[in-house]
């Protein structure tokens, strides 16, 4: 969703590469993000081609990484995942999105995203003072922080912002509602 | 106790005192039947055109929100005195009203206008004060308002509140990624409300100097919370804290020579106090737990604290010189956001009971710990009280567009500020202005 790293790893795995003569899978570096490149010399005339990877560079960096396991949908999904929610008061990571943030770790300490920095916004439902939720966002992000840290990425990598109940997805008063503020969100630095 | 079910009792008046955009007007929602019946005639006008403010009118509603005083609707009235002269007080002992309050206003050279007004004993039969106020145009409310704390203070032996202020942060909302925010200052029945701080993002938790003059607020303009403290005659203002973390829940403490802060620097939520004038920053509490929301206890000695240490958001109250922490609340599953009244002898603050599903305003005793109820609309936050001890505004929401309320400490009467625009939080009542 947010994951504009994503996108752009995509883009620039749209490996042009030189060939003559006979058909070629490409020997770029799959979730590299750089074009390989190969010169042949057998024949004469050249012409430039393009090959699309089929999956994205970064999940494919997800896959080489060895630490999940799973399908490349499941593991494209999971990576995609940029919101874990979080119980009533409670700053517990679900099992569910434990997974989401196995995979995130293992693309940020993958060659693809090594550089890959990250803000993870703390949010809460309405329920309490607002001053007590912009604590518990704090703690919302840091647990997600943490997890992250345990999973071997650096804590500078990671800035964390607590909203308390000021940005609600939906400001309706009802169940539905609170479960869906009750989160914290993943967005990649730019640049 | 629940104000909801007086409603049915007492039934719904709609007072609007204004229809002025912006600001927020006056809504009973319960009434006190044993409050004392008190006649404000209609202030005779000698000047040219028509009175720009109803100053008996303001009077009568100041009277009327400390839920002391029932003001005697003007339709039963036997006659309209403005001089001691022409007071018969048979007249009004008839309608049963204990004290009555005339005046007149006088238009003076260079729009100037000036008030004068008696208050009687109509049991006694007897002047009880008389006063003589001055303003220009733009000064009429405060003139009325200075005349009902006069009115107050004769007759109940406590300083009115009238006078004073409070700020609130407005939110209108767009859509998800966009709603604008605005701190408003307001006389504390609403009217004149200025805008003093707009924004994009997020304000919170405005506290006032103790000599009403500055602001100290949580803003979020440059993406992370961080504390400000903005002079409200000139606007100009400083980021006065902006540690990596929270920077949150600023409270004036009583001297005006520091500010408790609950900063997370150091990993997690704890108390700190800032010296304003050395800039030495001190750490008051530390616990892996949230410490938050300080407030100072009035001997500036000891700050009451939400902390959810035990297990459940709970206040405590720390010892400066010591550190050392007691326990205040036990009830209940959530207590938190806590105000000291100025007496020091009790505690506003927010309650959820065991197995409630609502968040209210309650009072506690400090030394018996008794709590009372004091409201119950489903999310109120942010009680303040007034600088008299009499009053307490906070915020509630939860049955469409967040309002404030006010309610008198005892429970006894209470009301709504409903906004014409957006979304009304975070209240804070000024000291005493004058």
């Known amino acids: 969703m947010k994951f504009g790293n994503i996108t752009k790893g995509f883009a620039t795995g749209l490996a042009v590469i030189w060939l003559a003569g006979c058909a070629s899978t490409g020997t770029q570096t799959a979730g590299s993000g750089v074009a390989g490149t190969e010169d042949s010399t057998v024949g004469g005339a050249q012409t430039a081609v393009v090959t699309t990877p089929l999956v994205d560079p970064a999940v494919q960096a997800v896959i080489d990484s060895g630490k999940v396991q799973g399908s490349v949908e499941q593991i494209e999904a999971l990576l995609k995942q940029d919101t874990v929610h979080f119980g009533f008061d409670s700053d517990k990571l679900s099992s569910d999105d434990i997974k989401a943030l196995d995979v995130q770790a293992a693309y940020m300490t993958s060659p693809a995203g090594v550089n890959s920095k990250l803000v993870i916004e703390g949010h809460t439902d309405e329920r309490g003072t607002r001053t007590y939720n912009l604590a518990l966002g704090e703690r919302r992000a840091k647990a997600v922080k943490s997890y992250l840290a345990l999973k071997g990425i650096s804590s500078s990598r990671i800035e964390v912002v607590s909203y308390g109940f000021e940005k609600p997805v939906d400001p309706s008063h009802n169940e539905a509602a609170w479960a869906n503020n009750r989160r914290a969100v993943i967005v990649p630095i730019e640049g | ?434």
């Open chain 2, 1 to 434: 106790m629940r104000a909801y079910l007086r409603v049915a009792l007492f039934g719904f008046l709609l007072i609007m005192v204004s229809l002025a955009r912006a600001e927020l007007t006056i809504e009973i929602t319960q009434g006190n039947d044993k409050a004392v019946p008190v006649a404000v005639v209609p202030f005779a006008w000698s000047g040219q055109g028509v009175l720009p403010e109803d100053i008996a009118g303001i009077v009568g509603n100041d009277l009327r929100l400390s839920g002391q005083f029932a003001p005697v609707p003007t339709s039963q009235f036997l006659g309209f005195p403005s001089k001691a002269s022409e007071v018969y007080f048979g007249d009004w002992r008839r309608l049963g009203t204990s004290y009555l309050v005339i005046g007149q206003v006088t238009e003076q050279p260079g729009s100037r206008y000036r008030v004068n007004y008696e208050l009687f004993d109509v049991l006694a039969q007897k002047s009880v004060v008389r006063g003589e106020v001055s303003g220009n145009r733009n000064q009429l409310r405060s003139v009325a308002h200075s005349i009902s704390d006069a009115v107050y203070e004769k007759i109940t032996g406590v300083r009115g509140f009238f006078s004073t202020r409070i700020v609130y942060v407005v939110a209108n909302r767009h859509n998800e990624n966009s709603t604008d925010y605005k701190l408003v200052y307001a006389d504390m029945d609403g009217h004149r409300a200025v805008p003093v701080l707009q924004s994009k993002e997020p304000i919170l938790a405005p506290s006032w100097s103790p000599d009403g003059r500055r602001l100290a607020y949580v803003s979020f303009e440059t993406g992370r919370p961080a504390i400000y403290i903005q002079e409200l005659a000139t606007g100009r203002r400083e980021r006065i804290s902006s540690f990596r973390g929270l920077n949150s829940a600023p409270k004036w403490s009583p001297d005006g020579q520091k500010l408790a802060m609950v900063l997370s620097k150091s990993g997690n939520p704890d108390i700190y106090v800032l010296d304003l004038t050395t800039r030495a920053l001190t750490q008051v509490t530390r616990h892996y737990a949230m410490d938050n929301e300080p407030s100072w206890m009035p001997d500036g000695k000891s700050i009451v604290f939400t902390s959810n240490r035990g297990g459940s958001a709970q206040l405590y109250e720390v010892t400066l010189a010591t550190g050392k922490v007691k326990r205040l609340t036990f009830e209940g599953r959530f207590n938190a956001r806590a105000r000291v009244f100025p007496d020091g002898k009790s505690l506003a603050y927010i309650h959820k009971g065991k197995g409630d599903q609502s968040y209210n305003v309650a009072v506690q005793e400090i030394d018996t710990g008794r709590m009372r109820l004091l409201s119950s609309s489903p999310f109120e936050d942010a009680p303040d009280v007034s600088p008299n001890g009499r009053m307490l505004i906070y915020s509630a929401k939860g049955e469409g567009k967040g309002v404030l309320g006010i309610i008198s400490a005892d429970g006894r009467v209470s009301f709504r500020l409903p906004s014409t625009e957006g979304d009304v939080r975070e209240p804070a009542w000024s000291p005493f202005l004058n």
